[in-house]
């Protein structure tokens, strides 16, 4: 049983584009994020909600959208993909909305052509 | 505002060497301390924590200490293995109990 699953594992596509990613946890959290990792390993946090409501919206270009439609599932929709988007994509979820215990999923790796 | 500076990669190192990776912080308060590990092709995993200073953290043989002193929360591990090869990366909850990220270091152990 996964506990934090992703799809799709991986997303190649066009500059233009519009694509979507789907996040799920089996854990019972109340809090689920959204981090994007480079190519360096660097890892930034862009959005975090708990119960369904957005708390963390970091500076995040707003072609991202993410949506939960129940404290179980945080998705993220982009608009317009740019080259830059190309990133490897984590969701995680935590107990707790201080965030200090992560469970995160095995990631998407985008690639915008 | 708070931050985290671990020390740059890739460390490369022969299997049963001793490890360090080096992380220190800046930080208000006194914040919690992580090491999270992500093998390659997955996720994060939490590794070890501490949370108050002088507190060691420990799990699979690696260990860090809270040195509130030096600012310091040190990895390390007596005897690497090849299956230890990944990305590490140290972390602080800040006020807020928000995660501040290092910016990872790769350690490839060589058989």
């Known amino acids: 049983d996964t506990a934090v699953s992703q799809t799709p594992k991986y997303l190649v596509t066009q500059m233009g584009n519009d694509k979507s990613i789907k996040c799920e946890q089996n854990l019972g959290h109340d809090t689920m994020y959204w981090y994007k990792q480079d190519s360096k390993k660097f890892l930034k946090i862009m959005f975090s909600y708990n119960n369904k409501e957005l708390i963390i919206n970091e500076t995040v270009p707003n072609r991202f959208s993410p949506k939960s439609p129940d404290k179980a599932h945080l998705n993220l929709h982009i608009n317009s993909l740019e080259l830059g988007d190309s990133a490897v994509y984590f969701c995680a979820s935590s107990p707790l909305a201080s965030g200090e215990k992560l469970f995160f999923g095995s990631g998407t790796q985008l690639s915008v052509l | 505002g708070d931050s985290v500076t671990q020390m740059e990669g890739p460390v490369t190192l022969s299997e049963e060497a001793f490890l360090t990776i080096n992380c220190t912080y800046t930080?208000?308060?006194?914040?919690?301390l992580f090491w999270y590990v992500q093998y390659p092709g997955e996720g994060l995993q939490l590794l070890l924590k501490a949370t108050k200073a002088d507190d060691k953290g420990s799990n699979k043989g690696f260990e860090a200490t809270y040195r509130k002193e030096t600012t310091s929360f040190h990895l390390e591990k007596g005897s690497v293995q090849v299956s230890d090869s990944a990305v590490y990366f140290c972390?602080?909850?800040?006020?807020?109990?928000?995660?501040?990220w290092g910016a990872g270091t790769k350690l490839i152990i060589k058989p």
């Open positions: 930080a208000t308060g006194y914040p919690s």
């Open positions: 972390a602080l909850s800040d006020s807020n109990y928000q995660l501040i």
